[in-house]
């Protein structure tokens, strides 16, 4: 979006004219979140990237950012990119799900997408920080929340140096901040520790598959079999 656009975008009412959430008329599907939180270096990116070429039915949530594209990145694939002028503007409209400042970087979760992934049947996934992953637990509760975690700190440091993309000082950095995001890990619900990526991989798909048959999520699939049995009556309640 060019500048003009932009200032056009903000100053219209909600929802913002973002090209990528266009709101549907009727939410059909009860979408479950998941929210995938780790330090940096951990393989979040590596298994969520899997994860979503794997099981079918899952959209990401492309967050908005004020930080630069890095490598390959694209415009509304990885993140959207906009300034700081933009996103405290949207801020000041209450446009975001959560949002938070990460390493001087804001990034945020437009309110959109939770309405673009009921509207298209989806399951939602998530890749924010433990601030965002608390903000948006307290208002979906039944968010399903997965801490990735290394299996140590020798190890981490070591896929941060295979990763080849920061300088010594930056990973040192990194380190620091693992140890005091890591101190989080009991507010998910899942920690998956990774280890060995296929096997990372099966658990990360063996929750989604889980999540996905809680009764509670399915109870629209029950009542129909229910009646092929003969019961007229609702029986969620196991009476
Ligand atoms: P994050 O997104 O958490 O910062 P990445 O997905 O970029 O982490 O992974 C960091 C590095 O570790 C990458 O080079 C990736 O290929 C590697 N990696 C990820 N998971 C594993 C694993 N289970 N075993 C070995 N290397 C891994
Ligand atoms: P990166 O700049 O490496 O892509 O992301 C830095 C951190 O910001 C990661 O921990 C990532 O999970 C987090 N992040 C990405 N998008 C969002 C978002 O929309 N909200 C929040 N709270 N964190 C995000």
């Given amino acids: 979006m060019g500048d003009g656009e932009w200032k056009r ?3 219209a009412p909600f929802p913002v004219p973002c090209p990528l ?3 549907p008329a009727f939410p059909l599907y009860m979408t479950t979140v998941f929210i995938i939180s780790a330090p940096s270096g951990s393989g979040k990116s590596t298994l969520v990237t899997r ?26 694939e990885n993140y959207c990119y906009v300034s700081r ?7 000041g409209r209450g446009e975001f799900l959560e949002w938070a400042e990460v390493f001087g970087n804001y990034y945020g979760t437009h309110k959109g997408i939770l309405e673009q992934a009921q509207g298209r049947g989806k399951d939602l996934v998530l890749d924010i920080d433990v601030q965002g992953a608390r903000q948006l637990k307290e208002q979906i509760s039944e968010a399903v929340t997965v801490f990735i975690l290394a299996p ?7 896929r941060l140096r295979a990763r080849g993309e920061d300088r010594d000082e930056v990973i040192q950095r990194r380190l620091r901040e693992a140890a005091e995001e890591i101190r989080n890990y009991n507010q998910y619900d899942y920690v998956l520790i990774n280890r060995d990526l296929t ?4 658990i990360l798909s063996a929750i989604v598959h889980a999540e996905r048959v809680r009764r509670i999520r399915i109870e629209d699939q029950i009542q129909p079999i229910l009646e092929t049995f003969g019961f007229k009556e609702v029986l969620k309640d196991g009476r």
């Fill in 9 to 11: 975008a903000l100053r």
């Fill in 21 to 23: 959430f266009p709101v």
């Fill in 51 to 76: 994860l979503m070429a794997n099981v079918p039915g899952l959209m990401f949530s492309v967050s908005y950012t004020t930080r630069k594209p890095r490598g390959v990145e694209k415009e509304g």
């Fill in 85 to 91: 002028e933009q996103f405290e503007c949207m801020i």
């Fill in 152 to 158: 140590s700190r020798q190890i981490l440091e070591q």
């Fill in 199 to 202: 096997e990372s991989d099966a």
